[in-house]
């Protein structure tokens, strides 16, 4: 049987965090309409300003607004695979902020960093603390997000 432990990234456990470390994450990600409109009606927001132009254009603001989970969800999203790709569980998602408004047609971009490190009850485990930050095209940062999670050690793992 394939080792399957080698199908993720080798330098993303447990052990190759360290307290302050910061990644910029490769990928971003370009908010599309009809994204942001079917998650928004998909989770029942029946805010205007997610979904109705033309209510929208009569606003100082101008244009539809992006739903704060899809901001959120895709900073989170641009930033596993560098942080929680061998993770075993999601521990928790806290201080969830969104800082400035995104629009249809706005790029986000995230970077992480590591916030805290620190031991589990488990010996094939540990709990890393991050914090991840959005910023769209114009480097505006549009979310800050804190997750922890429960990633496996390399040294458990790797030797299957």
């Known amino acids: 049987m394939d080792n399957l432990a080698h199908l993720t990234s080798v330098d993303n456990y447990f052990e190759d965090f360290e307290v302050g470390q910061t990644i910029r994450h490769a990928r971003g990600k370009t908010i599309t309409a009809l994204e942001n ?21 009569k606003t100082p603001v101008g244009k539809i607004l992006c739903y704060g989970g899809v901001t959120f969800s895709l900073v989170l999203g641009l930033a596993s695979q560098d942080t929680i790709e061998n993770a075993l569980a999601e521990l928790g ?3 969830i902020q969104l800082k400035n408004m995104v629009f249809h047609g706005d790029t986000l971009y995230a970077y992480s960093r590591v916030i805290e ?44």
């Not at 409109?37 to 979904?51: D, G």
């Not at 010996?123 to 505006?140: C, E, L, M, P, Y």
């Open 117 to 160: 490190k620190f031991e589990s009850d488990r010996d094939d485990a540990g709990i890393v603390r991050f914090k991840h930050w959005g910023v769209n095209q114009n480097k505006d940062l549009v979310a800050e997000i804190e997750r922890t999670a429960l990633i496996k050690r390399k040294s458990h793992w790797l030797d299957r």
């Open 37 to 57: 409109v079917n998650i928004t009606n998909m989770v029942m927001n029946t805010a205007q300003a997610h979904f109705n132009e033309d209510q929208m254009q």
């Open 93 to 95: 998602l806290d201080n």
